[in-house]
T-cell receptor
Framework: DVKVTQSSRYLVKRTGEKVFLECVQD?????MFWYRQDPGLGLRLIYF???????EKGDIPEGYSVSREKKERFSLILESASTNQTSMYLCASSLEQGFPGANVLTFGAGSRLTVL | AQSVAQPEDQVNVAEGNPLTVKCTYS??????LFWYVQYPNRGLQFLLK??????LVKGSYGFEAEFNKSQTSFHLKKPSALVSDSALYFC??????????FGKGTRLHILP
């Protein structure tokens, strides 16, 4: 089974701190995504990546950055955390186009971040 | 821009009754449509997808979805609801950049 592992299930940080959320997948997927999930707003795409060292902005990239130095790892960075970034963060991965099962996202368990 | 709408925040169904969770979409070109489920304290899981072919798509846990091009809908259905089906359900669509865009979710409550 494809596994997507998010390093932290729960984090509590203070306003202004730099926050790293790590995500690792073990099935050689090309595509990786970061979403945030908020009640009543569903999932909103922050950033995604189709390949190593590539990144694309999603719908709500402000206040975030990402890093993909290795194919299996996709990190979300909050340079200076703010209270409005308190949320559940979900990492996902998928195969690239042209392969069976492409477009189907496999999600990690999520990282719940609280910014005080 | 591609989008999906889930018009109901919550759906209540008695156990054993058929259930429907609604989804409408707006895309240019042929739609790639998906349903995901999130059980309490767990990550999202893929249920089913429509890419092309039969309008009725079967997925996991006895769920199915009906693609209706004229109504731009992709409703999730199950003939007989179980209490264990209680969860948060998300409809999603692939946009032109291969991003997957999600709806706001519908909470399904199955009443014993």
């Amino acid at each position: 089974d494809v596994k997507v592992t998010q390093s932290s299930r729960y984090l509590v940080k203070r306003t202004g701190e730099k926050v790293f959320l790590e995500c690792v997948q073990d099935m050689d997927h090309e595509n990786m995504f970061w979403y945030r999930q908020d009640p009543g707003l569903g999932l909103r795409l922050i950033y995604f990546s189709y390949d190593v060292k590539m990144k694309e902005k999603g719908d709500i990239p402000e206040g975030y950055s990402v890093s993909r130095e290795k194919k299996e790892r996709f990190s979300l960075i909050l340079e200076s955390a703010s209270t409005n970034q308190t949320s559940m963060y979900l990492c996902a991965s998928s195969l690239e186009q042209g392969f069976p099962g492409a477009n189907v996202l496999t999600f990690g368990a999520g990282s719940r971040l609280t910014v005080l | 821009a591609q989008s999906v709408a889930q018009p109901e925040d919550q759906v209540n169904v008695a156990e054993g009754n058929p259930l429907t969770v609604k989804c409408t979409y707006s895309v240019s070109g042929n739609p790639y449509l998906f349903w995901y489920v999130q059980y309490p304290n767990r990550g999202l899981q893929f249920l089913l997808k429509y890419i092309t072919g039969d309008n009725l798509v079967k997925g996991s846990y006895g769920f199915e979805a009906e693609f209706n091009k004229s109504q731009t809908s992709f409703h999730l259905k199950k003939p007989s609801a179980l209490v264990s089906d209680s969860a948060l359900y998300f409809c999603a669509v692939r946009d032109g950049d291969d991003k997957i865009i999600f709806g706001k979710g519908t909470r399904l409550h199955i009443l014993p």
